[in-house]
């Protein structure tokens, strides 16, 4: 059972999920391709699983219709999406036939076409194939105009992170040159920064294979309390190999959790094993990092330095409904003295790395996550904890008792 690492999922109508960073579940499963590979490929799509995003499911649809305007993005077999002036993107179902279905809309219209969009609410709905919630059902699809310059650059950026099919045609761009330097960086602040880099990514592409025991307790602070309610305890075993990490043999409260679904019940989060370094660290997602200087965290002396991703880029995005937005984010890590990540903090995350003893080695893997999110219902806090790190070949197949 491997976790969507872009999102999460509540199934009980009236209940609210919180995803993590913009990925499917089938992203991490990347098949025999080396991790050296698969490191090269974080920037395309992995998170910070860290890094949080907002999913909120409603309960029973409503009857109102909602109208948007935009340039289209996206029409995929039973799916199509617009970018609304602002950067955020609107998804919403197709019917298999008609005017409306996805091969019409490809046949009359170009990307980047301004649109006006009528559509009603639906139940929330999971297209499995996909892993991908819908709230709206297309009614209308009205032309406005044609694409300008502008119109292109902006959903070309969307489509930089968007997932999925296209029966749009899509024009070949050169990738942006990225700008890594934040303004009056000096030649030891860039070279500060790059050393940073290579060994982040060389940590990414070498990490072991292993396996830990996740415990996460959950609690919510509801609106007008000042109390904490405890939720349950989810205990699992996470796996980290070539082929991405997985969450299995799930307990709530103790009790065996099984499903077909990618999505625990309830509130969720990301695994948070290393994978999500990636997308900090690659030249290609272009995150800027300035240097701020000593500092401490548990008891450690370390170096901080705080960070900004641009919009539409690697970290994915959030999603409160049918609406995503892929927006900046920024955050600050704290390193040690051979430039690897010890914490690392953004959007109300915070991961923490420890050097772990496996056999006679040690291995530098996370051991603690803290995740708080603020959602219509009330503040929810997710403590996690990683312990019994075991490392295994990727030959060997794992059985656990």
Request: hydrophobic content about 35%; glycine content about 8%.
């Amino acid at each position: 059972m491997d976790p969507d690492t872009r999102g999460f999922c509540i199934e009980e109508p009236g209940q609210y999920s919180v995803p993590s960073i913009c990925n499917n579940p089938q992203n991490d499963r990347r098949g025999s391709q080396s991790k050296a590979a698969m490191a090269k490929r974080i920037f395309l799509w992995e998170l910070l699983s860290a890094l949080i995003a907002i999913l909120v499911l409603p309960g029973p649809a409503v009857a109102a219709d909602s109208v948007y305007a935009g340039s289209l993005v996206q029409v995929a077999p039973g799916s199509f999406s617009i970018r609304l002036p602002d950067g955020r993107v609107v998804d919403a179902r197709l019917p298999k036939s008609g005017d409306l279905a996805a091969e019409s809309i490809a046949q009359q219209y170009n990307l980047a076409d301004q649109v006006e969009i009528t559509a009603k609410s639906i139940d929330a709905y999971l297209d499995k194939q996909t892993d991908h919630y819908y709230f709206l059902e297309l009614k209308k699809l009205r032309l406005l105009r044609s694409s300008s310059p502008e119109d292109l650059t902006g959903v070309l950026n969307t489509l930089w992170w968007k997932r999925g099919d296209n029966l749009l045609k899509v024009p070949d761009t050169p990738a942006p040159k990225p700008n890594l330097s934040p303004p009056g960086a000096t030649t030891e602040d860039i070279a500060r920064v790059e050393r940073l880099r290579e060994v982040n990514l060389a940590y990414v592409a070498n990490l072991p294979n292993f396996v830990a025991d996740e415990r996460a307790v959950r609690s919510i602070r509801q609106k007008d309390s000042s109390n904490w309610k405890l939720q349950d305890t989810v205990e699992s075993e996470i796996t980290f190999q070539a082929s991405g990490p997985s969450r299995q043999h799930v307990r709530i409260n103790g009790k065996a959790w099984n499903s077909q679904s990618y999505w625990l019940p309830g509130v969720n989060w990301g695994i948070g094993f290393g994978v999500e370094l990636g997308n900090l660290f690659d030249p290609k997602c272009e995150t800027m990092f300035d240097f701020k200087g000593p500092s401490e965290a548990n008891g450690k002396q370390l170096l901080l330095y705080s960070f900004h991703a641009p919009p539409d880029r690697c970290f994915g995005p959030s999603q409160i409904g049918p609406i995503q937005s892929n927006g900046p984010n920024d955050g600050r890590i704290l390193v040690d003295d051979s430039g690897h990540v010890i914490q690392s903090e953004m959007g109300g995350t915070t991961l923490s790395w420890d050097y772990v003893k496996i056999g006679e080695s040690f291995h530098l893997l996370p051991v603690a996550a803290d995740h708080v999110f603020t959602l219509p219902d009330g503040v929810w806090h997710i403590e996690v904890q990683f312990k019994n790190h075991k490392r295994f070949e990727s030959s060997i197949q794992l059985k656990v008792q």
